[in-house]
């Protein structure tokens, strides 16, 4: 069975905050409800940056509120990458053609 993007998430916060992935509803809050501090989002962000191939600056960690917005986070940063990876709208095959 495939592991959705927000399962494995969920399965690396879990990891970071030391908390049963069973805690980490969407509506959940990391500071909040869940007790992370700053050292442990630091950790989540470049855990994730690494898990997902993806850029989180540790600017954006002040946003991140809830679980969702971090699955948000991520599902947006990986949209984003394989945007940059597509050649549609890119010059690579004007410089080809130009060769």
Known sequence: ????????????MACCLSVEEAKLQPQARL???LYADSMELLDMVLLLND???IEIGVDDI????TVAHVC????????ERV?????LGSDCGSAASSA
């Not at 002040?62 to 509120?65: A, E, G, L, R």
Request: glycine share 2%.
């Open 31 to 33: 500071v909040d409800e």
């Open 72 to 79: 948000q986070v991520v599902e947006r940063r990986l949209a």
């Open 62 to 65: 002040v946003d991140i509120k």
């Open 51 to 53: 898990e997902f191939g």
């Open 1 to 12: 069975m495939a592991v959705s993007l927000e399962q494995h998430v969920v399965a690396v």
């Open 83 to 87: 945007a940059q990876l597509s050649p």
